[in-house]
T-cell receptor, first 114, second 112 residues
Framework: SQTIHQWPATLVQPVGSPLSLECTVEGTSNPNLYWYRQAAGRGLQLLFY??????ISSEVPQNLSASRPQDRQFILSSKKLLLSDSGFYLCAWSVQGGNYNEQFFGPGTRLTVL | GESVGLHLPTLSVQEGDNSIINCAYSNSASDYFIWYKQESGKGPQFIIDIRSNMDKRQGQRVTVLLNKTVKHLSLQIAATQPGDSAVYFCAERWDYGQNFVFGPGTRLSVLP
């Protein structure tokens, strides 16, 4: 069966510090991968998605970036965090191809920028 | 731009009653819809989906209804239980793409 992992689970960082969140998927090959951010009490905002290694599409201009160095690894980064970067970051995957494929979410990373 | 929204941000129901969570969408080109359940501090979990060529789909204790005429989606939960307490999101897929647009969510509280 497929599983998706995210770490760390929680993170407290000062403003201006760098960020690296990691997401890995097991049990599937060549998945679509996604990064979402969820502000407190709000819906999910798509940040990045990837259909393959090295292929990243950005949905929202910001100081965040994403990379996909391996097929089942997706990394969210920032060089300098802002207060507004606080939130719950969710990684998700879906099957590549097909017409009706739901997204499966990881457990999330709670980021607090102070 | 077009977006998904929810009529009720919070919903409280008595244990054992049926729950109905509503979602309005404005993109007539959306072809696929999903309901997710998110418990506190966790990632969203898939509940049920429906394609745009369907009006109704049933799962275990859940039913999703799609009314394309008024662009309305609903999730019905039968015999609501305390474990159903969570935030529920609807998501729509635009134009046969890989990406979904999520609504702001409805918090369901089950009263004992």
């Amino acid at each position: 069966s497929q599983t998706i992992h995210q770490w760390p689970a929680t993170l407290v960082q000062p403003v201006g510090s760098p960020l690296s969140l990691e997401c890995t998927v097991e049990g599937t090959s060549n998945p679509n991968l996604y990064w979402y951010r969820q502000a407190a009490g709000r819906g999910l905002q798509l940040l990045f998605y990837s259909v393959g290694i090295g292929q990243i599409s950005s949905e929202v201009p910001q100081n965040l970036s994403a990379s996909r160095p391996q097929d089942r690894q997706f990394i969210l980064s920032s060089k300098k965090l802002l207060l507004s970067d606080s939130g719950f970051y969710l990684c998700a995957w879906s099957v590549q191809g097909g017409n009706y494929n739901e997204q499966f979410f990881g457990p999330g990373t709670r980021l607090t920028v102070l | 731009g077009e977006s998904v929204g929810l009529h009720l941000p919070t919903l409280s129901v008595q244990e054992g009653d049926n729950s109905i969570i509503n979602c309005a969408y404005s993109n007539s080109a959306s072809d696929y819809f999903i309901w997710y359940k998110q418990e506190s501090g966790k990632g969203p979990q898939f509940i049920i989906d429906i394609r745009s060529n369907m009006d109704k789909r049933q799962g275990q204790r859940v039913t999703v209804l799609l009314n394309k005429t008024v662009k309305h989606l609903s999730l019905q939960i039968a015999a609501t239980q305390p474990g159903d307490s969570a935030v529920y999101f609807c998501a729509e897929r635009w134009d046969y793409g890989q990406n979904f647009v999520f609504g702001p969510g409805t918090r369901l509280s089950v009263l004992p």
